[in-house]
């Protein structure tokens, strides 16, 4: 079946360093969403791109689709203690009502 | 808000036992999902309903079973459980494309 890969699987950062995770496919995606899971919590939605090239912001995230629509990115700047979590991007099928996760990236960040 | 609740945080049970895992959620959505998660592995479906008594199965829906007797409430069964469904369970629901919602989890040992 389809496969979402993600990387890195962990990163260590020191507080104030960006953050960078990825999420990588051989198929077309078909929409991606991104979902945050805090440590002992449950994953909950931050955003989801649909179009080629698509790029959004929310404060000091910057999250990408790309061109091919094979890839996405989900960028951190100047990371803080509360960015601390599971990152997840998962892709929609194609009838649109079951998602394929990725393995997540579990950021860590040292004050 | 949407809220998406489970019958029980933390669960123990021995090996061979019935286990019977319940969801409900307050927004009329009409998907609804298992997933496991497990260290390196991310969330992983098992199976998912998209409206009342209709399911699907997902990518590990071996040793498992549902039901949906009502629009609010999925069940997860366990038949009889085994030492390799200890694991943290979570449920979400979504209305069609859009995003996931997801409960607080179960996390479950199997003895």
């Known amino acids: 079946g389809q496969q979402v890969m993600q990387i890195p699987q962990y990163q260590h950062v020191q507080e104030g360093e960006d953050f960078t995770t990825y999420c990588n496919s051989s198929?077309?995606?078909?929409?991606i969403q991104w979902y945050k899971q805090r440590p002992g919590g449950h994953p909950v939605f931050l955003i989801q791109?649909?179009?080629?090239?698509e790029v959004k912001k929310q404060k000091r995230l910057t999250f990408q689709f790309g061109e091919a629509k094979k890839n996405s990115s989900l960028h951190i700047t100047a990371t803080q203690t509360t960015d601390v979590g599971t990152y997840f991007c998962?892709?929609?099928?194609?009838?649109?009502?079951?998602?394929?996760f990725g393995g997540g990236t579990r950021l860590m960040v040292k004050p | 808000d949407v809220k998406v609740t489970q019958s029980s945080r933390y669960l123990v049970k021995r090996t061979g036992e019935k286990v019977f895992l319940e969801c409900v959620q307050d927004m009329d959505h009409e998907n609804m999902f298992w997933y496991r998660q497990d260290p390196g592995l991310g969330l992983r479906l098992i199976y998912f309903s998209y409206d009342v008594k209709m399911k699907e199965k997902g990518d590990i829906p071996e040793g498992y079973s549902v039901s949906r007797e009502k629009k609010e409430r999925f069940s997860l069964i366990l038949e009889s459980a085994s030492t390799n469904q200890t694991s943290m369970y979570l449920c979400?629901?979504?209305?069609?494309?859009?995003?996931?919602?997801f409960g607080p989890g179960t996390r479950l040992t199997v003895t």
């Open positions: 791109l649909v179009k080629s090239g």
């Open positions: 998962a892709d929609h099928n194609n009838a649109g009502n079951m998602l394929t």
């Open positions: 198929t077309t995606l078909s929409n």
């Open positions: 979400a629901s979504s209305l069609s494309e859009y995003e996931q919602y």
